[in-house]
């Protein structure tokens, strides 16, 4: 049973700070996706806007965002699978170019994770993802022994 509580912010350096993100953050978040996403007839700004709007539970959908002074650069989300009990999907991930390397992604991938362990008592996290290693160190293993189109699909029990 799920015990959905609010996210709070968080900063990871003097000037970068990881909050939910609110509605009013839609448009911005979109950008840094699109910018980051090379295929327009899979992630297309219409459905990007769609998607980053949160949804209840039990289907919910949560996003945080990284700013960086008052510039949006970085989001993530994770998502409820509607298709099986007890697991959830980190998806729709990126950092603005010019904010890579500074740490962002893994404290949005570490605040989602926490925010999942923090709601429920227990389930499954998957990612599809081309950075394995990133998420070997976070306990995550293969589920599969294939790449789809470069990425690893990968599997966290909690």
């Given at each position: ?12 350096k003097d000037d970068i700070l ?102 429920f008592e227990h389930g499954r ?23 789809a189109g470069g990425r690893r ?6």
């Amino acid at each position: 049973m799920s015990r959905h509580r609010p996210a709070r912010g968080h900063i990871i350096k003097d000037d970068i700070l990881i909050s939910p993100m609110d509605d009013a953050d839609r448009e911005a978040a979109a950008d840094v996706l699109l910018a980051a996403f090379a295929d327009p007839a899979r992630y297309g700004r219409e459905r990007l806007i769609d998607q980053l709007a949160p949804a209840p539970m039990p289907f919910y959908r949560q996003f945080f965002i990284a700013r960086q002074q008052d510039e949006l650069v970085g989001v993530g989300g994770i998502k409820a699978a509607d298709w099986a009990s007890d697991t959830h999907i980190l998806y729709l991930s990126a950092v603005t170019e010019h904010a890579r390397g500074q740490g962002i992604a893994r404290a949005l991938i570490a605040t989602r994770i926490a925010w999942l362990m923090e709601n429920f008592e227990h389930g499954r996290l998957l990612v599809s993802t081309a950075r394995s290693r990133r998420f070997n160190r976070l306990g995550f293993r293969m589920a599969g022994k294939h790449d789809a189109g470069g990425r690893r699909l990968m599997l966290l029990e909690f």
